[in-house]
């Protein structure tokens, strides 16, 4: 099993910074696939960024528009989420996933991911 622990969220100003932080345990938890997902009550789940198992690929949705970073500390087991430049729309609830399969790629389909953390709260506003 894999537990997935999600701080950082908060309320930031428009134009602002943040980075969101995903610790994961157990014992197969460094050798998964990651990915950054965010959610707003009545949408479906949106993905963010995902890296694979070493750290060493990336992939990002396209709407990111570059603003997104996703990466990972294997040394503390854990994987960032840098978001810059944020707006108003970007308030959601932001979750770390982890892929089902060990030593995969980076990927976006939510079906991929088998273990989910319990989320942040990110409200921008002013």
């Known amino acids: 099993q894999v537990q997935l622990v999600e701080s950082g969220g908060g309320l930031v100003q428009p134009g602002g910074s943040l980075r969101l932080s995903c610790a994961h345990s157990?014992?197969?938890?460094?050798?998964?696939?990651m990915g950054w997902f965010r959610q707003v009550p009545g949408k479906e789940r949106e993905f963010l960024a995902a890296?694979?198992?070493?750290?060493?690929?990336?992939t990002y949705a396209d709407s990111g528009e570059g603003r997104f970073t996703i990466s990972r500390d294997k040394s503390k087991n854990t994987t960032y989420l840098q978001i810059t430049s944020l707006k108003p729309e970007d308030t959601a609830t932001y979750y770390c996933a982890a892929d089902r399969r060990e030593w995969g790629i980076a990927q976006s389909r939510p079906s991929n991911f088998g273990f989910w953390g319990q989320g942040t709260q990110v409200t921008v506003s002013s």
């Open positions: 890296i694979n198992w070493s750290g060493g690929s990336a």
């Open positions: 157990g014992r197969t938890s460094g050798s998964r696939a």
